[in-house]
Nanobody, 121 residues
Framework: VQLQAFGGGLVQAGGSLRLSCAASGRTFSSLTMAWFHQAPGKEREFVTAIKWSGGSTYADSVKGRFTISRDNAKNTVYLQMNSLKPEDTAVYYC????????????????WGQGTLVTVSS
């Protein structure tokens, strides 16, 4: 499985951004897909994940602001980010795995290259 994330950029606080992650392969619909982010000098942290069935979970810091969705026909997962805050500034990585939904980096075998999101105050 190869993943390519895109859609990052510079946005003002309170603004919105949508990230996309395109996956290769014909088994996308079986994958659990996730987004993590990594701020400068910090460890990579869980943001959200979605199961093949559509069930999802979110980090407390983004609940009510971020929404994950997937389009199995397009082999793509999306991250809609609203009400962005400066503390959301980070490189955002998409990840995938065939196992059950998890919140740890070790639970994902496949990773995209990351896309930078910068939120100005």
């Amino acid at each position: 499985v190869q993943l390519q994330a895109f859609g990052g950029g510079l946005v003002q606080a309170g603004g919105s951004l949508r990230l996309s992650c395109a996956a290769s392969g014909r088994t996308f619909s079986s994958l659990t897909m996730a987004w993590f982010h990594q701020a400068p000098g910090k460890e990579r942290e869980f943001v959200t994940a979605i199961k093949w069935s559509g069930g999802s979970t979110y980090a407390d810091s983004v609940k009510g602001r971020f929404t994950i969705s997937r389009d199995n026909a397009k082999n793509t997962v999306y991250l809609q980010m609203n009400s962005l805050k400066p503390e959301d500034t980070a490189v955002y990585y998409c990840a995938a795995d065939y196992r059950a939904l998890g919140v740890q980096t070790l639970q994902y075998d496949y990773w995209g290259q990351g896309t930078l999101v910068t939120v100005s105050s």
